[in-house]
């Protein structure tokens, strides 16, 4: 079996570039000269376990990649919000423990839950939307995201989040989950991505019944990564649970008729950028 540890240990990543991997639904590591990154790392079964026999089970396609209490490289985990597949209560507490150097970044509204995984407090860092911190060297922007709705909290903040960050002198956006909303590609827009991840499992009433919180469709993804004048998209957060997905085969085929530069990952792949 396929170590996947052992080659993000392995890989070398020569100045002005970085290596990224897909760990699925939302999930990617990124590796530069001098850090390990990750994102919304999902990589157990909790949802699927929390849901078996409901008519909402969340029954996974394919397996996580890794083990979260093998993740013993990582500097900065960063969340974009409160839901199971993206902050994982069974994988962000085995990254704390195996990773103890690890710092980490989520929004306001989630800070409770990590200080109740037992993570200590001087190891969380959290934004509010429209701001920006800096973390062991990383400067990350917050723009608000809509998964359905905004949730806005008057004190902390907005619950959902993307985030826009450079590595090696390359802005990466990750929308996290997000529908469109007024205003949103122009924010999107001013940073300038090189590289953009999009969600594009998009909504339904089905997946409404069943209180699935909807995400871009194919459609609306290709538009957004034309509108913000992204060098590269990769579209995300489909292909991991059978009831809330997509077919990748869409996007690609809107994303090539409207000349959209774009690239689909495989789970488990990794890549340079630039490519």
């Not at 919000?81 to 704390?96: E, G, N, Q, Y």
Request: proline fraction near 6%; include cysteine; aromatic fraction near 10%.
């Amino acid at each position: 079996m396929r170590d996947l540890i052992a080659e993000i240990d392995a890989a070398a990543a020569a100045p002005g570039t970085f290596r990224c991997w897909w760990i699925g639904q939302e999930g990617y590591v990124f590796k530069t000269s001098r850090q390990i990154i990750y994102i919304d790392p999902y990589l157990s079964t909790y949802a699927e376990d929390l849901t078996r026999g409901q008519a909402n089970e969340h029954v996974r396609i394919h397996d996580a990649p890794m083990a979260p209490e093998a993740v013993h490289h990582a500097d900065l985990v960063l969340c974009t919000h409160d839901h199971a597949d993206h902050i994982d209560p069974d994988s962000i507490p085995a990254i704390a423990l195996a990773s103890p150097q690890a710092q980490f970044v989520v929004p306001e509204c989630a800070r409770d839950t990590l200080l109740g995984f037992g993570i200590a407090p001087e190891r969380i860092h959290t934004l509010r939307g429209d701001d920006r911190l800096t973390v062991e060297g990383l400067t990350i922007h917050a723009i608000p995201a809509k998964h359905e709705q905004f949730n806005e909290d008057p004190e902390k903040g907005f619950p959902f989040l993307s985030y826009v960050f450079d590595l090696e002198g390359h802005t990466v956006l990750h929308a996290g989950d997000t529908i469109p909303y007024p205003g949103q590609t122009e924010k999107m827009l001013s940073h300038q991505a090189a590289l953009a991840f999009l969600p594009i499992n998009g909504r339904d009433a089905f997946r409404k019944a069943l209180d699935f919180e909807g995400n871009y469709t194919c459609e609306e993804a290709v538009g957004v990564g034309l509108s913000i004048k992204a060098g590269l998209t990769i579209p995300m957060h489909y292909d991991l649970f059978t009831l809330n997905t997509a077919d990748v085969r869409d996007f690609e085929r809107i994303a090539s008729h409207r000349g959209l530069n774009h690239y689909v990952m495989q789970h488990g792949e990794g890549i340079t950028f630039p490519r």
